[in-house]
């Protein structure tokens, strides 16, 4: 009895143990990634609708290994964000575009979005890394903060938001009817930008319920002047439909997939043609 009750806890222990000690490694990688350079910034165009021109772009991190090859985003981003290792990643986005930024657009209705999870937010952390990195001698061209929704918003720093919004950074919710998301942000953060999340997009005549509600965010934002972007258009039709809605702002691979940031003048100049 005693000694196989000492053995299943010994081997429950030792579980334990494994799966802490991968998630460690993993986020011992990351930092060793970022030193290492092993990280990348890529960017997505944001199309707008109306005029199909290239009205901006969203960095997206990509992180590739010697050892494993390419880890998606959805892998080590939650990840990051809960060993504290989330900031350095962001920071390392802001360096990234401050330093091809001579070669993107400087037009004021060019947007550049970058995602920041909510904890960023904490002790007006992303405010000093902006001043720092981005302004004030990049005002333009304009910049866009995503706020990611993994998190439960509701830790979100009032000062912070209104310091945002004086050092005329936008103000996007990410993923908005997904996750923590919940409408009372769109009072509290008097967001500029509802991003629709790409399961909304990918129910345009398929799903019914799902379908609804993009109908229902699109009526939402309208009413309350906020802007519009639909992420993960992949064909036509949805784009079309999104479209003759209203929306402003599209996203997707219909338009093009994310690129390296470095590729991205040659795609637009022959976007443009
Ligand atoms: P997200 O912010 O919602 O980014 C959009 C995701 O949709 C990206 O995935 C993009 O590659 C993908 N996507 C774009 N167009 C299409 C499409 O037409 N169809 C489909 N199926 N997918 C499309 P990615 O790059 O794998 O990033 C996943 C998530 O990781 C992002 O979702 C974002 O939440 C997070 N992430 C990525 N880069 C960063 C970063 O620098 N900082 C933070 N905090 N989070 C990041
Ligand atoms: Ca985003
Ligand atoms: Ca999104
Ligand atoms: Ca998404």
């Known amino acids: 009895q005693l000694p196989l009750a000492l053995l299943l806890s010994l081997l429950m222990g030792y579980i334990v143990w494994l799966a802490t000690a991968s998630r460690m490694s993993l986020s011992w990688q990351i930092s060793y990634g970022i030193n290492a350079r092993e990280f990348m910034v890529y960017c997505q165009p944001l199309i707008n609708s109306r005029s199909g021109d290239c009205d901006g772009i969203e960095l997206l991190l990509r992180w590739h290994t010697p050892r494993q090859g ?25 360096s990234e575009v401050a330093r091809h930024l001579p070669l993107l657009p400087t037009c004021p209705t060019f947007h550049i979005a970058i995602n920041v999870a909510a904890s960023h937010f904490h002790q007006h952390q992303i ?8 302004w004030p001698e990049n005002p333009v061209p304009q910049l866009i903060v995503e706020l990611t929704e993994r998190d439960a918003l509701p830790e979100v720093d009032q000062r912070v938001v209104a310091c945002l919004h004086t050092l005329g950074v936008k103000l996007a919710i990410d993923d908005f009817g997904t996750g923590h998301s919940s409408l009372s942000y769109l009072k509290t953060l008097s967001p500029d930008v509802l991003k629709i999340d790409k399961v909304f997009t990918a129910a345009i005549g398929t799903d019914a319920i799902n379908a609804t509600v993009t109908d229902m965010v699109i009526s939402l934002a309208q009413r309350l002047n906020i802007s519009l972007v639909a992420e993960g258009v992949e064909t036509e039709e949805q784009a079309t439909y999104l479209r003759e809605k209203g929306v402003d702002v599209l996203q997707g691979y219909f338009y093009a997939r994310p690129m390296p940031l470095g590729d991205f003048p040659d795609w637009l100049s022959s976007h443009k043609t």
């Open 70 to 94: 390419w880890i998606p985003p959805d892998v080590f981003i939650p990840l990051a964000e809960r060993q504290d290792l989330i900031a350095p990643l962001t920071r390392f986005v802001l």
């Open 127 to 134: 405010i000093d890394d902006l001043r720092r990195l981005w």
